[in-house]
């Protein structure tokens, strides 16, 4: 469902002002181990935020409104059970998103986002499991980008790409899935696929949606990414959105989640693997000077993506020496959010 009186256009997320009200007829398996679906009562029986999604008043149930409007006349309701989306980034601090309660909450007692979209699941925020900080996955991932680039490391990339899914898999007890889930040629919504030699790409091609405020049936072209255009791009000897070192990082990626994080995200500042969109609005982030509305249209840039975390004030305040040496290190001398660190993108 299209609502582009309610969700931004300027970001180059592919779904940019889509809602989808279900599920995706195809999704990684391991995705809804991972999260569970807003209204999925059984399957959320822990503490955390469990009140969110047991609320009587039925939080999955949002009203879009008109702008400027007081008394919050609904352009359309929303029922957002069991259907699986995401935040576009920056989205939550948009202008646009105060009229939408799917993102900000309305006054049918909802509590936007927190209950209108899929939420990490209590095995992995309120349960007493172990966490992981090195899965067996990661070794063979790095062995197949070692081996994509030439090294020797004793195997094929394609076979360590294999068997760091296949361990993912195990780790996650589907490996029943496993046979059907890497024969797969098809792309994702960024445009790459699992099979490693299908590295095809992706073209665009025409979808179906309906018109969120009037329920019509609409034609779209969708397109992917444009590769040439991507973080990757200044990495890559040939841009592109389905080779070789996107699908070990693509998968890299979905295997780390979700107690990786920076791991990840130290993955996509030295490489911009895998594909992530430019914000739709930098309010919260000062230092983000180069971003405009207009900044989706052009290529990226590591200025749209923070690349470090500034160091902490009592670091200046309690050794101020210390401080300015430290940053004397980094690029430019400035301890800035967007300042790359010397093995990222940009950091040379």
């Given at each position: 469902?299209?609502?582009?009186?309610h969700w931004e256009p300027n970001t180059d997320n592919?779904?940019?002002?889509?809602?989808?009200?279900?599920?995706?007829?195809?999704?990684?398996?391991?995705?809804?181990?991972?999260?569970?679906?807003?209204?999925?009562?059984?399957?959320?029986?822990?503490?955390?935020?469990?009140?969110?999604?047991?609320?009587?008043?039925?939080?999955?149930?949002?009203?879009?409104?008109?702008?400027?409007?007081?008394?919050?006349?609904?352009?359309?309701?929303?029922?957002?059970?069991?259907?699986?989306?995401?935040?576009?980034?920056?989205?939550?601090?948009?202008?646009?998103?105060?009229?939408?309660?799917?993102?900000?909450?309305s006054d049918l007692g909802g509590y936007g986002y927190?209950?209108?979209?899929?939420?990490?699941?209590?095995?992995?925020?309120?349960?007493?499991?172990?966490?992981?900080?090195?899965?067996?996955?990661?070794?063979?991932?790095?062995?197949?980008?070692?081996?994509?680039?030439?090294?020797?490391?004793?195997?094929?990339?394609?076979?360590?790409?294999?068997?760091?899914?296949?361990?993912?898999?195990?780790?996650?007890?589907?490996?029943?899935?496993?046979?059907?889930?890497?024969?797969?040629?098809?792309?994702?919504?960024?445009?790459?696929?699992?099979?490693?030699?299908?590295?095809?790409?992706?073209?665009?091609?025409?979808?179906?949606?309906?018109?969120?405020?009037?329920?019509?049936?609409?034609?779209?072209?969708?397109?992917?990414?444009?590769?040439?255009?991507?973080?990757?791009?200044?990495?890559?000897?040939?841009?592109?959105?389905?080779?070789?070192?996107?699908?070990?990082?693509?998968?890299?990626?979905?295997?780390?989640?979700?107690?990786?994080?920076?791991?990840?995200?130290?993955?996509?500042?030295?490489?911009?693997?895998?594909?992530?969109?430019?914000?739709?609005?930098?309010?919260?982030?000062?230092?983000?000077?180069?971003?405009?509305?207009?900044?989706?249209?052009?290529?990226?840039?590591?200025?749209?993506?923070?690349?470090?975390?500034?160091?902490?004030?009592?670091?200046?305040?309690?050794?101020?020496?210390?401080?300015?040496?430290?940053?004397?290190?980094?690029?430019?001398?400035?301890?800035?959010?967007?300042?790359?660190l010397w093995w990222a993108i940009g950091g040379h």
């Amino acid at each position: 469902m299209k609502f582009d009186q309610h969700w931004e256009p300027n970001t180059d997320n592919p779904t940019k002002q889509i809602f989808f009200d279900g599920l995706p007829s195809k999704v990684d398996p391991r995705a809804l181990l991972y999260y569970f679906l807003p209204g999925d009562y059984k399957n959320r029986t822990q503490t955390g935020y469990v009140a969110y999604f047991t609320n009587p008043k039925a939080p999955q149930v949002e009203k879009l409104w008109a702008k400027d409007d007081q008394n919050k006349t609904a352009l359309a309701t929303v029922d957002a059970t069991y259907c699986w989306n995401g935040l576009t980034a920056g989205y939550s601090s948009d202008e646009k998103a105060t009229t939408n309660g799917l993102v900000s909450g309305s006054d049918l007692g909802g509590y936007g986002y927190i209950g209108t979209y899929p939420s990490l699941a209590d095995e992995y925020r309120n349960s007493k499991n172990k966490r992981f900080f090195f899965g067996p996955w990661e070794t063979y991932f790095l062995l197949a980008e070692a081996a994509e680039r030439g090294w020797n490391v004793g195997t094929t990339a394609e076979a360590a790409y294999y068997a760091g899914i296949k361990a993912s898999f195990e780790y996650n007890g589907i490996e029943d899935l496993y046979d059907a889930y890497i024969a797969s040629e098809d792309y994702n919504r960024v445009g790459t696929s699992v099979k490693w030699s299908h590295t095809t790409e992706p073209t665009a091609t025409s979808m179906t949606f309906k018109n969120g405020y009037t329920g019509a049936e609409e034609t779209v072209t969708y397109e992917y990414p444009k590769a040439a255009n991507t973080l990757y791009a200044k990495v890559a000897q040939t841009p592109a959105l389905n080779d070789h070192l996107t699908k070990i990082i693509t998968q890299l990626y979905i295997a780390n989640t979700p107690y990786l994080p920076q791991e990840n995200w130290s993955n996509h500042r030295r490489l911009g693997l895998p594909f992530w969109e430019i914000p739709t609005s930098t309010m919260s982030i000062t230092d983000m000077k180069d971003w405009t509305k207009d900044s989706y249209k052009s290529a990226q840039s590591i200025s749209l993506f923070v690349q470090r975390f500034k160091y902490p004030s009592s670091l200046s305040s309690s050794d101020a020496a210390g401080y300015e040496k430290a940053v004397s290190f980094l690029k430019g001398g400035v301890d800035s959010n967007l300042t790359p660190l010397w093995w990222a993108i940009g950091g040379h």
